[in-house]
T-cell receptor
C-alpha cells in the first residue's frame, strides 16, 4: 500500500527567502514521486519527478527536491521565493506496477509575503 | 504539441440530472485518468483507462463511470447528480500505464456545480 503525507497545510515565507515544503511517503516498493503546482483556477503543472535515478531532482522555476529513502521523504525546496510561487503544491506517489494507483497528498498552500 | 483538453470547462446542473465530461489526451498518450477535487476532500482518484479498459478504480459510487475510445479520448459520466458532486474534475494523460517515471500531464479541469 502507498500513502503520502504533506506535513504542512499552509506555509508562508517572505519574498527572497528559502522555501521548504515537506512530504513523507510510504510505499511497499520503490515509488515514483512527483511534485505538482496548482495556481488558482488552473490544472496541475508538473514541477519535478523522481524515478530512481539521481536522488536530487531539479525542476522548473528553480525548485528541487531530494529523495531520502532512509527518511521516506521527498521535500521540495527553492532557495529564493518569488511572488509568482504563491500556489497550492501537491506531492504525489505512484508505485511501479501497472496496478498501482496515483496517490495525492493533501496539498500545501504557499503564501509569499512582500 | 497540444496539452490535455477538457470540455466543457464550466457547467451547472440540477440535482438528479446526469453529466458527461470529455477529455482529449496529449497526442500519443494511451493512459487517461480522472480525479475529483473538492475543498473538503482534496484530490481524489476516480479511475484510470488504458487501451479502452479500466485498469484502476478509486472509491467512488457506481454513479461515477467512464470509458475510453480507440483514439484514447475519454469521457466520464456522473448520473443522478448530488449537491456533493460539485467539484473540479481533472483529467490527466500519460504515455503508458504504471511504468517507472511515467509523467502524468493534467488538463485545466471541468468545473461542475450542482444546484
Amino acid at each position: 500500500a502507498q500513502s503520502v503525507t504533506q506535513l504542512d497545510s499552509h506555509v508562508s515565507v517572505s519574498e527572497g527567502t528559502p522555501v521548504l515544503l515537506r512530504c513523507n511517503y510510504s510505499s511497499s516498493y520503490s515509488p515514483s514521486l512527483f511534485w505538482y503546482v496548482q495556481h488558482p483556477n488552473k490544472g496541475l503543472q508538473l514541477l519535478l519527478k523522481y524515478t530512481s535515478a539521481a536522488t536530487l531532482v531539479k525542476g522548473i522555476n528553480g525548485f528541487e527536491a531530494e529523495f531520502k529513502k532512509s527518511e521516506t521523504s521527498f521535500h521540495l525546496t527553492k532557495p529564493s521565493a518569488h511572488m509568482s510561487d504563491a500556489a497550492e503544491y501537491f506531492c504525489v506517489v505512484r508505485g511501479r506496477s501497472s496496478a498501482s494507483k496515483i496517490i495525492f497528498g493533501s496539498g500545501t498552500r504557499l503564501s509569499i509575503r512582500p | 504539441k497540444a496539452g490535455v483538453t477538457q470540455t466543457p470547462r464550466y457547467l451547472i446542473k440540477t440535482r438528479g440530472q446526469q453529466v458527461t465530461l470529455s477529455c482529449s489526451p496529449i497526442s500519443g498518450h494511451r493512459s487517461v485518468s480522472w480525479y475529483q477535487q473538492t475543498p473538503g476532500q482534496g484530490l481524489q482518484f476516480l479511475f484510470e483507462y488504458f487501451s479502452e479498459t479500466q485498469r484502476n478504480k478509486g472509491n467512488f459510487p457506481g454513479r461515477f463511470s467512464g470509458r475510453q475510445f480507440s483514439n484514447s479520448r475519454s469521457e466520464m459520466n456522473v448520473s443522478t447528480l448530488e449537491l456533493g458532486d460539485s467539484a473540479l474534475y481533472l483529467c490527466a494523460s500519460s504515455l503508458e500505464q504504471g511504468l517507472s517515471g511515467n509523467t502524468i500531464y493534467f488538463g485545466e479541469g471541468s468545473w461542475l456545480t450542482v444546484v
